[in-house]
């Protein structure tokens, strides 16, 4: 699945599940519970079990557009992931966790993921003092991100800092929201990363094709 541009709550909709927690996306599916399409109501119906492939796959999908990575490059996530110690899944999830895009996600100075890489494709982001426009740079612990004086005073992102003041949204990142930095302060436990996704069923599915 390649980086996701369109209705994001069409996706949402096909999986039959909330990937992206904001309150519009949770309305739309409650109205709509059944997948998108002239056909999608008979779906909905259906029974059967889906066979592990499929499962697998629908996981692996998942976790590209909560991330909102392309196939290869949560391919090579995967690769990197074997080659660290410790698990598997949770060592994907954490390389994953520590793109320059989801961190700026997880401060709270984004809405979204995808709105998230925008900033950074543009240059609202720096880190360590040095503007960066790669979203997908792995943030190391104690480098310090910080929103450019430009977008500081952009209305959206004073809306977001209010609503971010004095919460620390993940137990690895401490965040400033008058300074609207965010430092990386150490590797996420198990458990600490915010996750819908099944991480087993994505080790599975890349496992047949080894």
């Known amino acids: 699945m390649a980086s996701y541009h369109g209705p994001k709550a069409k996706v949402q909709r096909r999986f039959g599940e909330v ?3 904001r309150p519009k996306y949770s309305k739309i599916i409650d109205k709509r519970p059944y997948p998108p399409g002239d056909h999608g109501r008979e779906k909905q119906f259906r029974s059967g079990r889906r066979s592990d492939y499929g499962l697998q796959l629908d996981e692996k999908q998942k976790l590209a557009f909560v991330y909102n990575v392309r196939e290869r490059q949560l391919r090579n996530y995967y690769k990197k992931a074997t080659a660290m110690t410790g698990r598997t899944g949770q060592n994907l999830l954490t390389l994953l966790e520590r793109r320059l895009d989801s961190m700026v996600f997880r401060a709270g100075f984004a809405a979204t993921i995808w709105q998230a890489r925008q900033f950074v494709g543009h240059g609202h982001v720096m880190v360590n ?3 960066l426009d790669l979203p997908s740079y792995q943030v190391s612990v104690g480098d310090v ?5 430009k977008m500081k005073k952009n209305p959206h ?3 977001l800092a209010e609503q971010i003041r004095g919460q620390n949204p993940v137990p690895y990142l401490s965040v400033d929201s008058d300074a609207l ?3 990386f302060m150490r590797m996420p436990d198990e458990g600490e990363v915010p996750n819908v996704v099944d ?3 994505v080790v599975e599915y890349y496992n047949r094709l080894t």
Request: glycine letters at 10%; proline letters at 0%.
């Open 19 to 21: 990937l992206v927690s």
């Open 199 to 201: 991480l087993q069923l």
């Open 145 to 149: 991100i910080e929103v450019g004086d």
């Open 157 to 159: 992102i004073v809306e």
């Open 181 to 183: 930095t965010a430092t």
């Open 129 to 131: 003092g040095a503007r």
